[in-house]
């Protein structure tokens, strides 16, 4: 094996229509979907080595070093990459992110889409975003959004080859910036692995998914046409769905803190009077505000008095994962 080492940079995105609950848990084919923003200036750097000396596949984060669980989903994703470039050698990943854990921004995301454009340049593979975006899929379905630039649209699909993300504009198309208020910092009770397993328990999920469709397209029209008023209630609405399909699974996950409940009554407040301003909200209690980048401190400063915000986190919009 030649070019045996490489390293990736990706961003983490958020979602404006959500994904939630797979049509098939192996391949990672969603039950509907999505559409997203990259989060610029917040990166995974992961460095992959293929090293024959390797008796196992080893994993690094934030310097230190994981067994069990997170090696075991590391591992068997680059099972995949083994398979695909025919090599059997034990596999090196050393990752970081620059972002703080615990915020509701998924490092996951961020994390497999670098892990998928450095394990197929480490390995010698020559895949185009399509098929990397495919890949990224396999190792956490929200990674596929990470790979393309700016606003990201992932296709369901039918099978593995037809489900992928790209980009439907590029970073510099809308000037909008993800405040994220941070109401907690701890560990969430159901991960979003777990809570994919939950989705068809919900008698909203079906109601939910064949919604989708309309919902993709009023949310892509809107970020064409920078219609912020239209992208607000969308985003709304298709977070309140998710986290109602989320709510009434059996056993019911509730991810909300009052303070969570704060911030959504204060964003739509303030948007009824005036400021262009909506949140959305991922498997956390954490609350992603969106607004024009113009708004960005107005909107942080008052973000930051509501009781329960303990900080705000921003990000402007962000570009495509590329290698190191
Ligand atoms: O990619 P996962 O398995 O971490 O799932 C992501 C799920 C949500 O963040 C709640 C929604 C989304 O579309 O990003």
Partial sequence: ?????????????????????????????????????????????????????????????????????????????????????????????????????????????????????????????????????????????????????GFVEWFAGE????????????????ALNDCVAIVSREHKPVGSGEGHTLADTSPFQKVRVDDAPRRLDICRRAILERDFEALAEIAELDSNLMHAAIMTSSPPVLYWQPATVGVMRAVQEWRKKGTPVFFTIDAGPNVHVICPSAYTSQVTSQLNTIPGVKETLCAP????????
């Fill in 1 to 149: 094996m030649k070019d045996c080492i490489a390293t990736a940079i990706s961003a983490p995105n958020i979602a404006f229509i959500k994904y939630w609950g797979n049509r098939d848990q192996h391949l990672r084919l969603p039950a509907n979907g999505s559409i997203s923003m990259n989060l610029g200036g917040l990166e995974s750097h992961t460095q992959v080595t293929f090293d024959p000396a390797l008796r196992a596949d080893r994993l690094v984060l934030n310097g230190l070093e994981f067994n069990g669980q997170p090696l075991q989903r590391v591992s068997a994703f680059l099972e995949i990459v083994r398979g695909m470039s025919g090599t059997s050698t034990f596999v090196r990943v050393d990752s970081s992110n620059n972002f703080p854990t615990g915020t509701g921004i998924a490092s996951s995301a961020s994390g497999f889409a670098a892990l998928s454009l450095a394990a197929a340049a480490a390995a010698g593979l020559t895949l185009d975003q399509r098929q990397l975006s495919r890949l990224a899929r396999r190792g956490s379905g929200s990674a596929c959004r990470s790979i393309p630039g």
């Fill in 317 to 324: 919009v962000g570009g495509p994962a590329r290698l190191g």
């Fill in 159 to 174: 099978n593995d080859e037809t489900s992928f993300a790209q980009s439907i504009a590029p970073h510099e198309h809308w």
